[in-house]
């Protein structure tokens, strides 16, 4: 069956440049002559027909806008066997033939589950925490970043003035792939991520002290989220070396923002490939970054790839916070 209809929806936590995705998913749907549908609040608004037609001034002035127009959301309803089947007969309802789904892993999850019942469904990465294994990319890592290293240049400037350390928590649920960048980027002496295994006195300490009498005059300490504890990694600094040092946890100002070009132009061209694999018959796809260019791979393999944290740049970190 040819698609005639497509249905776009951004699921899971937002991330800026998913606006640009949505846009483009929008306006190549309509160029090629689909009709395409925008499904509010993810898949719990396919459940509930929450669900309007898009035309090309609804995506009108939002390419700047960071969040997602469409809104997202997490649906429990959605993993089960009745919620799949009502979203399918939601989808008769609305004639959707595809689904394009904007999001990560959990949302893919979905997706997959969803294509089970006869749905066509392609994916679009999408998560500020770029832990997405078939794809070397995901909208919004670099906005996420940009927010993160401007952080990292003002507590340093409070740091240095008082001769004191900081320790600074960054996003990242499961993946050290925003504290391993912004660490290095930053400057940071010890960055603690939730893939490698860390000793306090070994990997944090021991490199602040052995700074200190190098004649630093301020401290960095990026922890990801997987690990957390930053308060307690604060305090145990501060005993065993007697410098003054403040824990900052981030939290969700990282998610927001308006997104770097980067993430326009991927949410640009992600969104566009989708619509491409549709008219090209595909079905049940990810869209994905490798060596640099578009790829689209099966959905089932995209969700049993798994990302490893970056060795040689874990190497580099350390060398260079020397
Ligand atoms: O979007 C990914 C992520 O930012 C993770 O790094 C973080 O753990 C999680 O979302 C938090 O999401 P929420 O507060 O929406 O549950």
């Known amino acids: 069956m040819s698609v005639k209809t497509i249905g776009v929806l951004t699921s899971g936590g937002d991330a800026p440049g998913m606006n640009a995705a949505v846009r483009a998913v929008v306006r190549m749907g309509i160029y090629n002559g689909f009709k395409v549908l925008g499904i509010h609040k993810g ?3 396919l459940l509930h027909g929450d669900i309007e037609e898009m035309k090309i001034r609804s995506v009108g002035d939002i390419i700047q806008r960071g969040g997602t127009i469409l809104q997202t959301a997490r649906s429990q309803e959605f993993t089960t066997e009745a919620g799949l089947q009502k979203a399918l ?3 008769k309802i ?3 033939d595809a689904l394009i789904v904007i999001g ?3 949302s893919y999850r979905g997706a997959r589950d969803f294509s089970h019942l006869g749905m066509n469904v392609i994916g679009i990465p999408g998560t500020i925490d770029n832990d997405i294994g078939c794809t070397e990319y995901t909208i919004g890592y670099d906005t996420a970043m940009n ?5 990292i240049d003002k507590i340093r400037d409070t740091s240095y003035s008082h001769e004191r350390c900081s320790v600074l ?6 993946a050290g792939w925003i504290a391993l960048n912004c660490g290095i980027a930053g400057g940071a002496e010890a960055i603690v991520l939730p893939e490698k295994e860390f000793d306090i006195d070994k990997d944090i300490i021991f490199p602040i002290i052995e700074g200190r ?3 630093k005059k301020h401290y960095l300490v990026i922890v990801a989220e997987g690990v957390g504890g930053a308060v307690e990694i604060a305090k145990c600094i501060e005993e065993k070396t007697d410098i003054i040092t403040r824990a900052t946890i981030l939290g969700h100002i990282q998610r927001g923002g308006s997104p770097t070009l980067r993430d326009r132009v991927m949410g640009s061209r992600m969104g566009a490939y989708a619509v491409e694999l549709l008219m090209a ?3 049940n796809r990810i869209v994905g970054l490798q060596n640099g260019a578009l790829v689209d791979i099966d959905i089932e393999e995209a969700l049993s790839m798994k990302k490893s944290i970056d060795e040689e740049l874990v190497n580099l970190s350390k060398i260079l916070a020397l």
Do not use: C, P, Q, W
């Not at 928590?169 to 499961?174: C, D, F, K, S």
């Open 94 to 96: 609305f004639g959707i």
């Open 147 to 151: 927010t993160v290293l401007d952080a």
């Open 89 to 91: 007969s939601m989808s």
């Open 43 to 45: 898949y719990e608004g």
């Open 213 to 215: 009498n190098r004649g």
């Open 104 to 106: 990560g892993d959990g």
């Open 281 to 283: 018959g595909k079905r």
């Open 169 to 174: 928590e960054v996003m990242g649920r499961h």
